[in-house]
């Protein structure tokens, strides 16, 4: 968390006085697993009720050679398909508000396993483990048809995107694109083939169209499901955005220079569990935002190096005219 550039194991060695070595050992030995992430986070979440969910970012490296675990996946920021590696996580949000990763898995093709393959089982584990979420939500990538139908046999209520050549039935019979349809603002109840009864409603988010099928485990609370709880439970599935872009720019998750498949585990495990010291800090009101307090962290630094360079270096200073404030 504390460093501006680079986590390598050098820079640690520096920093804390040990050896270089040492560091390395430790990431080669240690063995962290999804379940201590979990034990992690459970201490400072709800475990019943809230929102699970389910996303991939692309970890940027397009300069490795021959590092463990890359390959070429889409990257949201990059609308194209980059080097890197991938990491699904699942993001639960309890019932006060409070919010952190508590599954993930990194792609390995060793694996031959799909993201969606990686969603189930990640799904039962949480649930095994004692996590008792009441929704589940996803985008477009996880809204195939098995992804919906594992959720709703755990009793459990869902909102996933769905693209917008999905189709579905208004009237017994006719299939029908969910852009085709229109729908109102409080939701429109349609037909998903080989699924059942759902919920489409429709928002605007970055000048594009998007829809989503909410289901609900009991059928008659679809009367007073509106535009306010799927409001809320967008925001909430939209948290695990701000959760990726806090664990590349503060928690250096994508900054690291290991190789080995344990290494580069263990240093995603670290940048995990820093995001979960931030998120503890906030939510003890220790700090505001993770993105100022780390910038303070050097405001003393960077103020001492200048008021110590300035003394003997006015006639650096232009010498024109007086500044106005404009």
């Given amino acids: ?3 501006p550039k680079s986590s390598t194991c050098t820079r640690l060695s520096q920093v804390m006085g040990i050896s270089h070595d040492s560091v390395n050992r430790f990431l080669l030995r240690e063995s962290y697993e999804p379940k201590d992430l979990f034990d992690e986070a459970q201490k400072l979440l709800d475990m019943v009720g809230g ?18 675990l890359v390959g070429h996946f ?6 194209r398909a980059v080097k890197g590696l991938n990491l699904v996580t699942l993001y639960y949000t309890d019932v006060q508000g409070r919010s952190l990763p508590v599954n993930y898995r990194v792609y390995d093709k060793a694996d031959d396993k799909t993201k969606n393959d990686y969603f189930q089982d990640m799904l039962a584990e949480v649930l095994a483990w004692g996590l008792r979420p009441a929704f589940a939500t996803g985008d477009s990538w996880y809204s195939c048809e098995k992804n919906l139908k594992t959720v709703k046999n755990h009793q459990m209520g869902l ?10 039935s208004v009237e ?31 928002t605007r988010l970055k000048d594009q169209l998007r829809h989503y099928l909410a289901c609900l485990p009991d059928a008659q609370g679809y009367s007073t499901f509106g535009r306010l709880n799927f409001q809320k439970l967008h925001d909430q599935h939209w948290g695990i955005e701000q959760y990726h872009r806090l664990l590349k720019q503060v928690c250096n998750v994508e900054r690291f220079q290991v190789r080995g498949k344990v290494p580069i585990l263990n240093h995603i495990f670290a940048a995990l569990c820093s995001f ?7 939510f003890t009101h220790a700090i505001v935002n993770a993105y100022q307090w780390k910038t303070e962290l050097f405001t003393q630094v960077v103020a001492t ?14 010498q024109f005219r007086t500044t106005v404030n404009a």
């Fill in 1 to 3: 968390m504390s460093e």
């Fill in 305 to 318: 190096f200048v008021t110590g360079f300035i003394p003997g270096k006015k006639h650096l200073n232009p």
């Fill in 172 to 202: 017994k019979g006719t299939w029908v694109q969910v852009q085709r349809l229109d729908v109102p603002e409080e939701g429109l109840m349609v037909w998903l083939r080989n699924f059942g009864p759902v919920k489409l409603f429709r």
């Fill in 276 to 282: 979960v010291q931030l998120q503890e800090m906030r």
């Fill in 159 to 168: 909102m996933f995107a769905v693209e917008a050549n999905r189709t579905v």
């Fill in 74 to 79: 889409w990257s949201g920021k990059h609308r």
């Fill in 51 to 68: 929102t699970l969910n389910v996303d991939d970012t692309t970890l940027d490296k397009p300069y490795s050679q021959k590092m463990a």
